[in-house]
């Protein structure tokens, strides 16, 4: 695709619920990245593909969190028993190597209610 | 521990009024800084990849230099349709983007 596209672009869940956000990248770009921001913050952390494997999952918050990225292409972050904390915007970037610029999707914004 | 800080947190200018955005940073091995613009419920823009102490790079109004310690964005006559957070991440040793809280410019008519 033209850019990269996540899914869905809104998401509203129960405290408790299991959700799943989608990203899918840039074609080719073999590095994919999450962020999460919330409001008047900058993008923070979250998890780095290189191809399918987690090259960096350091910035995931606890263990509720969760990416796979299986062929590497599309990923999906998975968030177990959601909190009223974890709302906020999910971010999708990917590049065409760890070194070079990362371009983002629109991001899904997550609202736990 | 990588971090960023942008100054001033927010900047309201009239349309012409050339102005700076501060980015402090501090990395082990600075592998690149990178410079961001995000409108409101959008994801961030990319707009400029600098490598190096000295280096610039310009785009329209757009002007971003940087040292060894920072990175400044300059606007030049600024528009209304420049108005948006303009974002600063730093990627070091680590291979993730380590970004700053943003500066809000607002630009007036």
């Known amino acids: 695709g033209a850019g990269v596209s996540q899914t869905p672009s809104n998401k509203v869940t129960e405290k408790g619920k299991y959700v799943e956000l989608r990203c899918d990248p840039i074609?080719?770009?073999?590095?994919l990245y999450w962020y999460r921001q919330s409001l008047g913050q900058g993008p923070e952390f979250l998890i780095y593909?290189?191809?399918?494997?987690?090259?960096?999952d350091s910035g995931l918050p606890n263990d509720r969190f969760f990416a796979v990225r299986p062929e590497g292409s599309v990923s999906t972050l998975k968030i177990q028993r959601t909190e009223r904390g974890d709302s906020a915007v999910y971010l999708c970037?990917?590049?065409?190597?760890?070194?070079?610029?990362?371009?983002f999707g629109q991001g899904t914004r997550l609202t736990v209610v | 521990e990588d971090q960023v800080t942008q100054s001033p947190e927010a900047l309201r200018l009239q349309e012409g009024e050339s102005s700076s955005l501060n980015c402090s940073y501090t990395?082990?091995?600075?592998?690149?800084l990178f410079w961001y613009r995000q409108d409101p419920g959008k994801g961030p823009e990319f707009l400029f990849t600098?490598?190096?102490a000295g280096e610039e790079k310009e785009k329209e109004r757009l002007k971003a230099t940087l040292t060894k310690k920072e990175s400044f964005l300059h606007i030049t006559a600024p528009k209304p349709e420049d108005s948006a957070t303009y974002l600063c991440?730093?990627?070091?040793?680590?291979?993730?983007?380590?970004f700053g809280p943003g500066t809000r410019l607002s630009v007036l008519p």
């Open positions: 074609s080719g770009h073999t590095a």
């Open positions: 991440a730093v990627q070091g040793q680590g291979q993730n983007f380590v």
């Open positions: 600098l490598y190096s």
């Open positions: 990395v082990s091995g600075l592998r690149g």
């Open positions: 593909f290189q191809g399918t494997g987690a090259a960096d």
């Open positions: 970037a990917s590049s065409k190597s760890w070194n070079t610029e990362a371009f």
